[in-house]
Nanobody, 130 residues
Framework: QVYLAESGGDSVQSGGSLRLSCVPS????????MAWFRQAPGKEREGVAA???????SYADSVKGRFTLSRDNAKSPLYLQMNDLKPDDTGTYYC????????????????????????WGQGTQVTVSS
């Protein structure tokens, strides 16, 4: 069992930066498929960025070049550094994980359906004003 806790959400102005953290607990998650999703009011949850067990990462086109995933080691938080934030980045950001089932981790192109992710955090709110 893996428990995920997000933090770092805040209200910022357009052009600002935030760093979200996803803190896992339970046991080492180094081989888990990890990802960040976001959901704006009235919209479906969408994939933002995904990291696989080899520390490769992929990003949605809307955030590419502005957002960066990082993870120091097997037991450290998963970070999402968000720069040059825009009002369209507003939403609740969720960390999600898939245990190692022996299959390749989803990349940004196949993060749907969200039901393939077994573990979710409670979400952290990001609000970007213009």
């Amino acid at each position: 069992q893996v428990y995920l806790a997000e933090s770092g959400g805040d209200s910022v102005q357009s052009g600002g930066s935030l760093r979200l953290s996803c803190v896992p607990s339970g046991h080492s998650y180094s081989s888990y498929c990890m990802a960040w999703f976001r959901q704006a009011p009235g919209k479906e949850r969408e994939g933002v960025a995904a990291i696989d067990d080899d520390a490769g990462s992929s990003y949605a086109d809307s955030v590419k070049g502005r957002f960066t995933l990082s993870r120091d080691n097997a037991k450290s938080p998963l970070y999402l550094q968000m720069n040059d934030l825009k009002p369209d980045d507003t939403g609740t950001y969720y960390c999600a994980a898939i245990p190692p089932f022996g299959l390749p981790c989803p990349t940004i192109s196949n993060m749907s359906p969200t039901s393939q992710y077994n573990y979710w955090g409670q979400g952290t709110q990001v609000t970007v004003s213009s």
